[in-house]
Nanobody, 115 residues
Framework: QVQLVESGGGLVQAGGSLTLSCAAS????????MGWFRQAPGKERELVAV???????TYLHSVKGRFTISRDNTKNTMSLQMNSLKPEDTAVYYC?????????WGQGTQVTVSS
């Protein structure tokens, strides 16, 4: 199994910045990719950004240029730097780890962007 613990959510004004962190433990060696998803009230969970073991990244179109995902394999952590935040970025953000045929989730951290 893999355990994921997120931190860094909070309340910020539009245009501000936040950094989310995810600490992974357990079968770290088996993780193929890690990512951030978010879910706003009344909406489905969506992929925000993902980073694979080699450092390759993919972003949701609406966050490109504003968010940056990074991964420190030596510390087993992943971060999401979020700049120029907008009210529509308000959601619960979840850390995700992908193994072969297995997915693990963190407990989620609330990000609220006020206008």
């Amino acid at each position: 199994q893999v355990q994921l613990v997120e931190s860094g959510g909070g309340l910020v004004q539009a245009g501000g910045s936040l950094t989310l962190s995810c600490a992974a433990s357990g079968r770290i060696f088996a993780i193929k990719a890690m990512g951030w998803f978010r879910q706003a009230p009344g909406k489905e969970r969506e992929l925000v950004a993902v980073i694979n073991r080699s450092g390759g990244t993919t972003y949701l179109h609406s966050v490109k240029g504003r968010f940056t995902i990074s991964r420190d394999n030596t510390k087993n952590t992943m971060s999401l730097q979020m700049n120029s935040l907008k009210p529509e970025d308000t959601a619960v953000y979840y850390c995700n780890a992908e193994l072969t045929n297995e997915f693990y989730w963190g407990q989620g951290t609330q990000v609220t962007v006020s206008s």
